[in-house]
């Protein structure tokens, strides 16, 4: 029991404290500054904890948790994701004038559901982690509740993810029917030994499965609620689903897919491929025609799906490894471009357009050169976390023999350079129109400094969280 | 599980009734029956978890289901929630005239 808890600490403090968070919103009455503090606080301890428990492996609560190990990572990156959005929230929320207090437990409810993906081992686990991330999802998206845009994209991300859900459960219960049990151990044993009750059901179960949480990670051809749900929503919670909401859905890709794929192994791999490489056409070349930051950058983060889904296509330990590398990079990336849109932006929507950053460097010149970093980075220039990200995602696709993708990526990411660096071009060689007061940077000045350098040292020392992610699959995984 | 009717009857119907609440999702307007239609696919996913665990002699699919019921009872809180701020906001709850962002 004991050592059942400590494999879960992060996420069960996470939770109990999220409880309390939601509790102090009853009873305190103008909480939100205690909220705040005591979310920002709660999520660096459950940061400290998957540090602490990293060492640890195996799985508890009757096999139903993993602990330790890849969880562990992935609850210090939920953590930071969190944290980050926490740190950036308070100002934008007072600014657009919605500071609710529940906006920070539920911040922590959805970093909850996060981690219980990563830690599960079971498909029960996988269900409600990603049922707690979402239902988070849908209320936060549309927590600009007199804005007509936030309401519009809550109810197409509700309707739509509901729906996915729907051939996400279906999908399990089709495996669990099929297999006979709902255990990945379990299930993986099975299929090895060709122990299935009813083997035509079974790779109709992993199409539906996939299906499922191919729409958790916005990849082709289920993106198509990411770029509305990403614009309409306040653009905090934006960056929070884009990078935390998708590196979730990739925590239960890794597991999912390390254990079905012995059940159908070359198509699987395909179908892979080739929604990996339709993913990053689409996004990217329809990035090229946004006038909106935001759009832009949702329709940017549904190619970066494309190229961490050739990590699955490799199927490998080293590819797996690249897919935790790019995650970790593209967090800090993509939350920091983000966080500028959120400090440039105004209450009503202003000053969202692409036209709006020229000159940028004039007034802001801070602000514009991380912006100009983030955008290199998720460019794939070096010598940006972004690079090396691509580098091992491309390498590990050509050793499993996908040369073909390889250059589909290289060719997409050629196209993606265009409109990211268009943003730079605006930022430094065009005149701003008119005059006009900018916000405050203040408390995300410090999430900021956090993503640059972040970015940075990903960048120029990449080989250190390399080795620590490939050693995630050397053992249990 | 009464002993005369086999699985596979179990299976078809909740295939069926899956089927019945996706076509229902993509062809209905109205957000409500939309959202009715989406419960009606778990509920045909319920019904498979139980037969299987049935004929399986497995309690764990049964299990899944009281989290399906309760995940579900969470999305329509969540969901009417969102439907009536959308009427708020543009007194409709028509999903097609819902459209203030297009590519």
Known sequence: ?477 | MPQNIPLEYYLALSAIMFVIGAAGVVTRRNAIIIFMCIEMMLNAVNLTLVSFSSYLGDASGQMFVFFVMAVAAAEAAVGLAIVLSLFRSSQTVYVDEVNLMKW
């Open chain 1, 1 to 477: 029991m004991v050592q059942d808890l400590l494999f879960t600490a992060p996420f069960t403090f996470l939770s109990v404290m999220a409880i309390i968070a939601m509790v102090l919103d009853a009873l305190i009455v103008n909480s939100s500054r205690i909220t705040f503090i005591f979310s920002a606080i709660t999520l660096l301890f459950s940061g400290i904890l998957g540090i602490s428990t990293f060492g640890l492996h195996g799985i508890g609560f009757n096999g139903m948790v993993t602990g330790g190990g890849f969880a562990a990572y992935f609850d210090i990156l939920f953590s930071i994701g969190g944290l980050l959005t926490i740190l950036t929230s308070r100002q934008y929320l007072q600014r657009e004038n919605i500071e609710h207090d529940e906006f920070y437990s539920l911040v922590l409810f959805a970093v909850a559901g996060m981690m219980l993906i990563a830690h599960s081992n079971h498909l029960l686990i996988l269900f409600i982690g990603i049922e707690v991330m979402s239902v988070s999802f849908y209320i936060l998206s549309g927590y600009m509740r007199n804005n007509a845009k936030s309401v519009e994209s809550s109810l197409k991300y509700f309707l739509l993810g509901a729906f996915a859900t729907g051939f996400l459960v279906y999908g399990i219960a089709l495996i669990y029917g099929s297999t006979g049990s709902m255990d990945y151990n379990q299930i993986a044993l099975n299929i090895n030994n060709n122990a299935l009750n009813f083997p035509a059901l079974l790779p109709v179960g992993v199409a539906l499965i996939v299906i499922g949480l191919s729409f958790k990670a916005a990849a082709f051809p289920f993106h198509q609620w990411a770029p509305d749900v990403y614009q309409g929503a306040p653009t905090i919670v934006t960056a929070f689903m884009s990078t935390a909401g998708k590196a979730a859905a990739f925590a239960a890709f890794i597991p999912i897919v390390t254990v079905l794929m012995p059940s159908a192994p070359v198509k699987l791999q395909m179908i892979f491929a080739v929604m990996s490489a339709a993913t990053m056409l689409i996004g990217n070349i329809s990035a090229l025609a946004q006038t909106n930051i935001k759009r832009m950058l949702a329709f940017s983060s549904v190619a970066h799906a494309g190229y961490i889904m050739m990590g699955l296509v490799s199927g490998s330990q080293y590819g797996y490894s690249g897919i935790v590398f790019y995650l970790t990079a593209y967090m800090f990336m993509q939350i920091g471009s983000f966080i500028i849109v959120a400090i440039l932006e105004r209450n009503g929507e202003k000053y969202l357009e692409l036209s709006d950053y020229a000159g940028l460097s004039k007034r802001h010149p801070v602000l514009a050169a991380f912006m100009t970093i983030f955008m290199f980075s998720l460019a794939g220039i070096p010598p940006f976390a972004g690079f090396f990200g691509k580098y091992f995602l491309f390498t590990a696709a050509i050793d499993a023999g996908f040369l073909w993708l390889t250059l589909v990526g290289v060719l997409s990411s050629i196209i993606s350079v265009y409109f990211y660096i268009g943003l730079i071009v605006k930022m430094y060689f065009t005149e701003p129109e008119g005059q006009r007061e900018d916000n405050e940077v203040g408390m995300s000045g410090l999430s900021l400094i956090i993503t640059i350098a972040g970015v940075i040292v990903l960048g120029i020392l990449p080989s250190g969280i390399l080795s620590i992610a490939s050693n995630l699959f050397n053992s249990t995984h």
